[in-house]
């Protein structure tokens, strides 16, 4: 029998591929398990195992407290500064590794709308997207309560996103803040960041961006396409591990006139003077609150020193190739099962993943576990593809479609046989 052409085309792929060698430097991508989840929580990279077990070893153990001023003060600056750099392209001193991105979102979102409360009161609206992730709309829910502001909803389509025209219909000159996804989590629309942020500021409003879906998959130039704030995660496409703190973006010029709602110690001007009052810290350090979360920052390092050294253009060049990979091979195996395409067809309009819609995706996914292939699965009836351009082969994704057809066949028959 002649080999599946797609397999072939996968093999061929990654015979190919310039960034196939960074594979073997995860943890278990030397398994058969094809791991379609990297979008939620990227796999480790072996030589955070080292780099923790040192930590632990020497830098906690042998330095204890000193380790402080030694050098744990100053690393959620360096990494800021190094996902600015190589994530983001945001200059120096706007960039910091602080809480979760919930947390982050609170922040700066409270602080940008203060700000503009204060400069006009009129500016009471939040603009946000229907389907934006949920910890967006319940944190803007709160702080809308919280100031006497008031959501504007832009209602989106789940297979896409907010559009410039969507956008610059719901702006206008009540708006205070506008909140959205770079890449929609359900369906990965990518959207225009660049033109929705002018739009944004057309109207006289903040723009706060979550890259959370976009950070490490898709070049973001934050710095050129004049982002106000942002905030992104580091446990997804930067393989920070379970629970790794968030980065905050606050553009230079607005540091020193935004006040963030959470006045903690470390924050302000002279974190030891331990004085009567809390007085922030000039530039980004105001954004920080408590103490950081230095073990959890260990992992995001060992990725960023790939990206530094692979590139984002690169990056993106595979994860458009994954993804056209899998649109391709969904189109023919699975569309004829009655699958849909929930994501953009147009490669620039689509992030890192692909959604597969499908009544029976639910139960497919829980199959699929079952046999050590992880998607993960998004209401309505969405299989989430997500593609790791540092991690995916194309070969594991071909392994992870053969078995999705073969699930979503067998599940088929099944329920006939029921009805
Ligand atoms: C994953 C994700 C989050 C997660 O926020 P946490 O505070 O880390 O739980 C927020 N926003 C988007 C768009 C996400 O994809």
Redesign the pocket.
């Known amino acids: 029998m002649s080999i599946d052409p797609h397999l072939a085309y996968a093999r061929r792929m990654d015979r190919a591929d310039g960034l196939a060698h960074y594979r073997k430097r995860f943890v278990g991508a030397d398994r058969e398990l094809v791991y379609f989840d990297g979008?939620?929580l990227g796999r480790p990279p072996v030589s955070a195992v080292e780099r923790i077990e040192g930590f632990l070893l020497e830098d906690w153990g042998g330095r204890l407290i000193r380790g402080w001023d030694e050098a744990w003060m100053q690393l959620p600056f360096e990494i800021g500064d190094r996902i600015g750099r190589a994530v983001i392209q945001a200059k120096a001193g706007q960039t910091v590794i602080g809480d979760?991105?919930?947390?982050?979102?609170y922040k700066l979102a409270r602080a940008a709308v203060d700000a503009q409360l204060a400069r006009d009161p009129s500016r009471r609206e939040i603009v946000i997207d229907t389907d934006?992730?949920?910890?967006?709309r319940y944190v803007l829910e709160g702080i809308a309560r919280e100031r006497g502001a008031r959501l504007r909803w832009i209602d989106v389509d789940t297979a896409s996103g907010v559009t410039p025209e969507q956008l610059a219909a719901a702006c206008g000159p009540e708006t205070a803040l506008v909140v959205l996804?770079h890449?929609?989590?359900r369906s990965a629309y990518l959207a225009d960041a660049r033109e929705l942020t002018r739009i944004a500021h057309d109207a006289g409003a903040l723009i706060l961006w979550?890259?959370?879906?976009s950070a490490g998959s898709v070049p973001i130039e934050a710095d050129r396409w004049k982002f106000d704030l942002a905030?992104g995660?580091t446990?997804?496409y930067l393989n920070g591990g379970p629970?790794s703190p968030?980065f905050a973006y606050v553009r230079d010029d607005l540091q020193d006139v935004l006040a963030q709602p959470i006045q903690g110690w470390m924050g302000t001007a002279d974190v030891f003077a331990m004085g009567p009052e809390y007085e922030p810290a000039r530039g980004i350090r105001r954004f920080l609150s408590g103490t950081p979360p230095i073990v959890g920052m260990l992992a995001m390092e060992e990725t960023l020193a790939m990206i530094e050294e692979a590139g984002m253009p690169a990056i993106r060049a595979k994860s458009m190739a994954l993804t056209a990979f899998t649109i391709v091979v969904a189109e023919e195996w699975l569309a004829p099962l009655g699958v849909t395409l929930a994501s953009p067809l147009d490669p620039d309009e689509r992030g890192g993943h692909v959604t597969l819609n499908h009544p029976a995706m639910r139960e497919v996914t829980a199959r699929l576990w079952q046999q050590d292939v992880i998607p993960d699965y998004r209401d309505p009836g969405g299989l989430r593809i997500g593609l790791s351009p540092l991690s995916t082969s194309f070969e594991e994704v071909h392994r992870g479609l053969v078995a999705t057809r073969d699930t979503l066949r067998t599940v088929l028959t099944e329920r006939a046989g029921l009805a």
């Open positions: 979008n939620s979760s991105t919930t947390v982050l979102l934006n992730f949920p910890t967006d996804s890449v929609a989590y979550d890259l959370c879906h905030v995660c446990y997804k629970g968030a």
